[in-house]
DNA sequence: CAAGATTGAACGTTCAATCTTG
DNA sequence: CAAGATTGAACGTTCAATCTTG
């Protein structure tokens, strides 16, 4: 008994320097961990499904179509987007070239920069963009919000952006 | 002023009415969905690659290798794999086929069910699980609880498996 | 050379079809 | 037929290489 207290009293001093010297990430915190990754894949996994079973294109697609919709008639450059979704320069051009397939979107030659395109919502496009919304809030509330009591999703997204930031 | 104002108060009982139903989520909720989504997608990339940095294989494949270690001798059968880890049969099929072609795993003509295997860690893929820990905390850490004040872990994961059961 | 963007080849995932045994 | 598992073909993503213009 005195040995195990005394092995004890050691891990937690040994612990303790852990911790202040940021070495290992205590049982709580990969418990969160394992939580925020297993809870986001089922409930994205679950969107998506029920998005895909009413006949509407990827999440993906839905953002895509978002913020081009946003930013307007001049649309956005590539690189632009890229940004603010978080998408890879290579992965984006060939999303852009399927939307486009689909004239979802339109693609223009920029002048002033023989590099770059513009790239803009069509009307088809924002009327997909427009159909697909109930169908992705309901998702949403029904396999993500609606699981909550009052002040809990304000109180996730707050952690959730501290982590982000 | 008037017609606004009259508009607005149409507007929150229509939004009260919707909310009581379940019909949509509101603005708190939407937020705390794209944190989710979007807290997930940064930190999981950034500590895969930080595995991926350190020469080791994915998370997928860590995964895999702790549910086997902790199966122990018996070792898994592939539809009980499946429902541990959140994967589909026939990607867990080629997952396996990976992991064996590297001799972290080794799979067992099942004896009493002809269609099944046993699959179990091999002594190559406990020593790989073990080395892999210590970058994976260090990635957890960095990118994920070092970002966390006491007692947000388990905030967080108090709410998220309140989505997840 | 740097920035913006695309592409071939390799790789991983998905769907539907298939195979084998209970 | 159902359960356990695999596989061909289609598709999407990734890496490194490439192309074009600033």
Redesign the interface.
């Known amino acids: 008994m005195l040995l195990h207290l005394h092995l004890s009293v050691k891990q937690v001093f040994r612990y303790a320097y852990d911790m202040a010297a940021?070495?290992?990430?205590?049982p709580?915190?990969?418990?969160?961990?394992?939580?925020?990754?297993?809870?986001?894949?089922?409930?994205?996994?679950a969107v998506e499904t029920d998005l895909k079973q009413a006949g509407f294109p990827s999440l993906a697609w839905y953002e895509i179509l978002q913020e081009l919709d946003h930013a307007g008639s001049e649309g956005l450059r590539p690189f632009e987007l890229e940004a603010k979704i978080?998408v890879r320069q290579y992965n984006l051009s060939r999303l852009l070239a399927r939307l486009a397939d689909e004239d979802l979107i339109e693609k223009r030659q920029c002048q002033g920069d023989g590099r770059g395109h513009h790239v803009r919502i069509t009307a088809t496009g924002r009327s997909m963009k427009n159909k697909m919304w109930p169908a992705y809030?309901?998702a949403?509330?029904k396999?993500?919000?609606?699981?909550?009591?009052m002040g809990?999703?304000?109180?996730?997204?707050g952690?959730?952006?501290?982590?982000?930031?």
């Open positions: 940021k070495k290992c990430p205590c709580q915190s990969i418990r969160a961990w394992t939580s925020l990754v297993r809870a986001e894949s089922a409930v994205l996994t978080s809030a309901d949403i509330d396999h993500f919000s609606g699981k909550l009591a809990e999703a304000a109180q996730l997204a952690i959730l952006d501290k982590v982000l930031g």
